[in-house]
C-alpha cells in the first residue's frame, strides 16, 4: 500500500511541474510544443541521473514511477505531434519528433553520466 501512496503523491506533484513548466516555457518559447519539449528531455535528463545512482525503492516509487511518471508528457507530445500534422504543419511535425526523441535520449544519457560522477 506504501508503494501506491508514494506513487501517488509523486505523480500529482509531477503533474503539477508538468503543468507549470510547460505553460511557462511553451509561452516564453512562442509555441506550446516546445514547452513539451522542454518537459520530455528535463524529465529524461533526471530519470537518467536517479537510475545511475542505484536508487532506493522509495527513490524509484516515489520519483521515477511517481514524479517523472506524472511529470513527462509523451501523451501530450503524440497529441501535439497529431495535430501540427493535421493543421499541414509536415516539417514543424517531423523537427517536433526528432527534437523531442533525440534531445530526451540525449538527455537521459547526460543524466544517467552525471549520477554516476555524484556517485563516486
Given at each position: 500500500m506504501r508503494a501506491y501512496l508514494l506513487i501517488a503523491i509523486g505523480s500529482a506533484v509531477g503533474g503539477m511541474l508538468r503543468f507549470w513548466?510547460?505553460?511557462?516555457?511553451?509561452?516564453?518559447?512562442?509555441?506550446?510544443?516546445?514547452?513539451?519539449?522542454?518537459?520530455?528531455?528535463?524529465?529524461?535528463?533526471?530519470?537518467?541521473?536517479?537510475a545511475a545512482l542505484a536508487p532506493l525503492p522509495v527513490t524509484r516509487e516515489l520519483l521515477m514511477i511517481g514524479l517523472l511518471g506524472g511529470y513527462t508528457t509523451f501523451s501530450t507530445f503524440s497529441l501535439q505531434t497529431l495535430e501540427l500534422i493535421r493543421e499541414g504543419r509536415w516539417a514543424t511535425a517531423g523537427s517536433n519528433v526528432a527534437l523531442s526523441v533525440f534531445a530526451s535520449l540525449l538527455a537521459v544519457w547526460l543524466g544517467h553520466l552525471s549520477g554516476g560522477i555524484w556517485k563516486r
Open positions: 513548466l510547460g505553460a511557462l516555457c511553451g509561452s516564453a518559447l512562442g509555441a506550446a510544443h516546445l514547452g513539451t519539449v522542454v518537459v520530455n528531455v528535463s524529465g529524461s535528463f533526471a530519470i537518467g541521473f536517479l
